[in-house]
């Protein structure tokens, strides 16, 4: 019987355990990474596109235009090359220029992102703009499973990155003060078990 009680509060503990490593290593963990930089005043035939397609996300540079990034760059554009680096342990995205040249437009998205845990986005702030000169502010959008950083007007790329914040929620992931309470009531409910057949 004294076996039986110490099996159940060990099983108890273990759940307790696995849920919250789960909740601890919950995030995003692939996407779609794409980049447009166009000039569409000066008779552009088509915006210069970098993109990777489901990306593991957490192991260095997203989009790094080194290995088959180049997606189609109709009007023979020079640079417009931005990295993009999405950290899981701070949901913190940078956009990186690797040049100075002039664009007009520049997007980036992060698409078809999938998560653990549950998740989805609920807002994205900017942290650093230093991607672009003058200093345009970018106009920021999200959806549930996605982000758009969009900057217009008349730009150098600056050769110096961009952060921003992505937040996130989880309604389906119970918070560990919820599974601690959750755990001692099944200890208490085996607790109780034991006292009665002994």
Known sequence: MKNKFLNMMKAGLIVSVTCLVNIANAGLIVGDF??????????SSGALIYQELSQTIGAGYELDLVDGD????LSNWGGGL?????????????????????FQTFDAFI??????????????SLLNND???????????FTNNSIHI?????????????SFQ??????????????????LGMIGLASRRFNKQS
């Open 82 to 102: 931005v990295w993009m680096d999405f950290d899981p342990t701070t949901n913190i995205l940078l956009l990186d220029s690797q040049d100075e040249w002039d």
């Open 131 to 141: 991607l672009v000169s003058p200093n345009t502010v970018p106009l920021l959008s």
């Open 150 to 162: 969009s900057y217009a007007g008349v730009f150098d790329f600056t050769g110096n990155s961009a």
């Open 34 to 43: 794409v980049t447009h930089s166009d000039l569409p005043d000066a008779g």
């Open 70 to 73: 180049y997606l189609t760059n």
């Open 166 to 183: 992505i937040t996130t929620s989880s309604a389906s992931v119970p918070e560990p003060s919820t599974l601690a309470i959750f755990a």
């Open 111 to 124: 698409n078809n992102i999938q998560f653990s845990a549950g998740e989805y986005i609920t807002g994205i």
